[in-house]
């Protein structure tokens, strides 16, 4: 009985070490399983729109735009001087005053987005709003099919903007604002933590952008 109880607090001891030397678990590339940075790189597959972790070597192997999967690109544009008047922006038909844009390259044609508590809602996009759009803003014309999007931010204050701003940004950006809204939504309002958490995301964008001129072409 001694010796039972003597073995008792070197055991739990023991286990305790062992959980701490425990290192926390690595994400690895979906493509070859190798341990990927915290910041690592993305791929889209075309067809799910899914999103893929990669490491270096693997993202740049499906670099080419005819492959199965697309890398998605790093560099956010915040663009200074778009142009995008009220009338446009109900041609376009979306219901609220954020959403995403892009061009799905299986489908052939653009497709608008936006966040909601339940997740991503597509919003049909009138193909001559678009053309439209696309016309009066020569810069969306480099954006890349599939792996970028132009992000509207029409919310003003309540969003951290006093005015309407205007991202060319990757898609995984656009996912991850997708996610923070369905994570931290509660009510009809949305609720404090949801906004606090949709400025801090603004900001950080902000933070990281280039700023372009709506005119330029690149």
């Given at each position: 009985m001694e010796n039972q109880v003597s073995?008792?607090?070197?055991?739990?001891?023991?286990?305790?070490?062992?959980?701490?030397?425990q290192a926390p678990p690595r994400e690895l590339c979906d493509l070859c399983a190798v341990p990927v940075r915290p910041a690592h790189q993305h791929l889209l597959e075309r067809t799910s729109r899914a999103l893929v972790c990669a490491c270096d070597a693997c993202a740049i192997l499906f670099s080419a735009s005819d492959t199965k999967f697309r890398r998605v690109p790093r560099r956010i544009r915040l663009i200074r001087d778009f142009h995008l008047?009220?009338?446009?922006?109900?041609?376009?038909?979306?219901?609220?005053?954020?959403a995403y844009f892009y061009h799905e390259g299986v489908a052939g044609r653009a497709?608008?987005?936006?966040?909601?508590?339940?997740?991503?809602?597509?919003?049909?996009?009138?193909?001559?709003?678009?053309?439209?759009?696309?016309?009066a803003n020569p810069i969306l014309g480099t954006v890349e099919p599939d792996v970028e999007a132009l992000l509207a931010n029409r919310l003003g204050v309540i969003s951290?903007?006093?005015?309407?701003?205007?991202?060319?940004?990757?898609i995984d950006e656009c996912y991850k604002l997708v996610g923070l809204i369905r994570t931290h939504w509660r009510g009809l309002s949305g609720g404090t933590e949801a906004w606090k958490e949709l400025k801090h995301f603004l900001t950080a964008l902000r933070e990281r952008a280039h700023v372009v001129e709506g005119a330029a072409h690149a």
């Open positions: 073995q008792e607090p070197k055991t739990g001891f023991q286990a305790l070490r062992e959980m701490v030397r008047p009220d009338a446009l922006w109900e041609d376009l038909a979306v219901p609220i005053n954020m497709k608008a987005s936006y966040p909601s508590p339940a997740g991503a809602v597509e919003s049909l996009l009138p193909l001559d709003a678009w053309c439209d759009l696309v016309a951290g903007s006093a005015e309407m701003e205007y991202f060319v940004l990757p």
